[in-house]
């Protein structure tokens, strides 16, 4: 089993916590909440763009090196890392947009009767 970290994972990763970022830090919450909905998604776009250059840069600048194609070429890698980031946003978005704001789910079932 191969456990190296993943320019897709770390993508991911990235994308999973700019979701949770933007719901639950106290005042990022609030100014994202007050924007209009085009607003929103053009941040949230930005944000993952900017965390795929950020992935792409450090694999192609050595200082984190994840094997990627670097130059021209790496323009598919590049695009492959946004979808990547995008995916695991809008899952995790989906998944805590209807959670009551603060409240987390219970991961352990309750014993009490």
């Given at each position: 089993?191969?456990?190296a970290i993943t320019a ?89 947009k209807n ?15």
């Open positions: 089993m191969n456990s897709e994972f770390l993508a991911g990763l990235a994308g999973l916590i700019l979701s949770l970022a933007f719901r639950y830090i106290p005042k990022l919450k609030d100014w994202y909440a007050a924007q209009p909905a085009q607003t929103k998604a053009l941040v949230m776009a930005a944000s993952l763009a900017v965390a795929a250059v950020a992935i792409y840069g450090a694999s192609c600048t050595g200082l984190y090196p994840l094997g990627l194609v670097c130059g021209w070429g790496g323009v598919a890698e590049l695009f492959r890392l946004f979808i990547a980031a995008l995916v695991a946003n809008q899952g995790t978005f989906g998944i805590v959670w009551p704001n603060g409240a987390r789910p219970s991961l352990i079932a309750s014993s009490a009767p």
